[in-house]
């Protein structure tokens, strides 16, 4: 299997500020990244596919960059309903793998 | 509306049998194909398997493989997850979702786009 590595496995930030999250694969992945955001009691809701490109219906303060084995998910202006787990999930192989979550708490 | 909508919690004894269903409306359920993901208490997430409801194909992470069965019903636009035997350690929240394909640089980018609100399953003696 893929590992996909996330870090932090948590942060807290206030709102209006900038959060990075990392997730490092185990080998390369090309563009073949997506992120999701999970709520406590809710499903997860895909924010970001192909590495870069947001979802239809995402605020554009969610961005995400990266390719190979780095990838990068950025929120701007942070805002309370921000508040979440986020996961990377690699597509590359059959078996798809996530990373381990970093929950980002609104100071 | 597109949505996937999911059968109801449940509370079973191990090494009994379940089927939890996952029922796909607003759109044509045999284009896309249809995936389970695992999250355990407190956990991350596990991608299970997926199924192509229009011929019924599977593919089972190894893990999964012999452990549970996805199956669909075409006829009916619903997608299943099932076990013969639970096993006692077996609790944990069971989402389905929609696997769709983006048109990216080097072909397909593949994502989960449309998620059911999940179905949690208690294990316990």
């Known amino acids: 299997d893929i590992q996909m590595t996330q870090s932090p496995s948590s942060l807290s930030a206030s709102v209006g500020g900038r959060v990075t999250i990392t997730c490092r694969a185990s080998?390369?992945?090309?563009?073949?990244l997506n992120w999701y955001q999970q709520k406590p009691g809710k499903a997860p809701k895909l924010l970001i596919y192909?590495?870069?490109s947001l979802q239809s219906g995402v605020p554009s303060r969610f961005s995400g960059s990266g390719s190979g084995k780095d990838f990068t998910l950025t929120i701007t202006s942070l805002q309370p309903e921000d508040s979440a787990t986020y996961y990377c999930q690699q597509s590359y192989s059959i078996f798809w793998t996530f990373g381990q979550g970093t929950k980002v708490e609104i100071k | 509306e597109v949505q996937l909508v999911q059968s109801g919690a449940e509370v079973k004894k191990p090494g009994e049998s379940l089927k939890i269903s996952c029922k796909g409306s607003?759109?044509?359920?045999?284009?896309?194909?249809i995936g389970w993901v695992r999250q355990m208490p407190g956990k991350g997430l596990e991608w299970m398997g997926i199924?192509?409801?229009?011929?019924?194909?599977?593919t089972y992470r190894p893990s999964f493989q012999g452990q549970v069965t996805i199956s669909a019903d075409k006829s009916i636009n619903t997608a299943y997850l099932q076990w013969s035997r639970l096993n006692a350690s077996g609790t944990a929240l069971f989402y389905c979702?929609?696997?769709?394909?983006?048109?990216?640089?080097?072909?397909?980018?593949?994502?989960?786009?449309?998620w059911g609100q999940g179905t949690l399953v208690t294990v316990s003696s």
């Open positions: 199924i192509n409801p229009g011929d019924s194909v599977t």
């Open positions: 080998q390369g992945i090309s563009t073949y």
């Open positions: 979702a929609r696997h769709v394909n983006f048109p990216c640089i080097g072909g397909s980018c593949d994502a989960f786009d449309i």
């Open positions: 607003g759109y044509n359920f045999t284009n896309y194909w």
């Open positions: 192909a590495a870069s």
